[in-house]
């Protein structure tokens, strides 16, 4: 049982869009919040493209697309998110610019609002302690594509109370939604893993090893995983990888976790990724993954 009926997604980017397709598919009144009109168009867009594509798969029952996109809504204003009960953050991964975010969010919320992050690496205490309300505070790390992947990571942060984590808990599975619970370390669980990892795939194109192509359908055939690790760069996106690796390497020092130079030339190059319909590699359109 969860208590939470409004969510709120600040971020119309990569992320949140994804989350708030699950949030709205799950039942929850949703409420999108971006600085740029344009991020909120787009994201409105290719959620109605997926929805309904999932309905003509036979992965939604019919009316269900039309129902979940009447629960989302967009605002460029930080005052529309005073009704909502949780906001998760999916904004860039910078610790001023969310800290800027939740200070301000602080003053239009009530106090019962519970605040998340989606961030990948950088620490909830950190971003709790910007917040005005470190107590109700949690992380929330959803996984690429997040309107495919059922995976939640979990984190208090060291002043989030219980009662905070257990309805932030509730409510990812009320979402139908997989949460794991995980301490606020650089990388949680899977970026532990993926961040050194998807650098090792770049090093190999570097080198001159294999193709993109190989190097994904090499991982994809051995291991068994739905994409290749450049597939997935290309969906998270150069500039986010980088972000990722400094945050990542900047706390571990782990050597497989600095940037690869190359991400640098993609990113000069305009080479995002799936956002810029070019990365490792080409994308004829813009929608998104699964739709
Ligand atoms: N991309 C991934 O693979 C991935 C996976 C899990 C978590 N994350 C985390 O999710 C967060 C977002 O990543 P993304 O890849 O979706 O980024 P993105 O660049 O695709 O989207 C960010 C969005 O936030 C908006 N934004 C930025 N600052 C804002 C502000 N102050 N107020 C309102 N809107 C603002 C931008 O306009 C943009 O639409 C980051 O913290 C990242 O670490 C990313």
Redesign the pocket.
Known sequence: MTTIKTVGV????????GIAIVAARAGFKTIV????QE?LDR?RGQTEAFLKKSEERGKLPAGAAVAALSRWEGTTE?SGLASCDIII?????DLA??H??FGQLNEVCPPATIFA??????SITEIAGGSGRPDRFVGM????P?QLMKLIEMSPGLATSDETFKTAWAFAEAMGQKPVATQDTPGFIL?YFLIPFNNDAIRLVEQGVAEPAGIDTAIKTALGYPMGPLELLD???M??QK??CEAMHGLTHEPRAACPPLVRRMIAAKRLGK?TGQGFHAYGDTKMFGA
């Open positions: 600040a971020g119309a980017g990569t992320m949140g869009a919040f971006d600085a740029r991020a994201t930080l953050e999916a904004i860039f991964e610019v969310k800027q975010l992050s989606n961030t990948s690496t950088i790390h959803f996984c690429l997040a970026n969906l998270v996106g500039d986010t972000l990722l956002k």
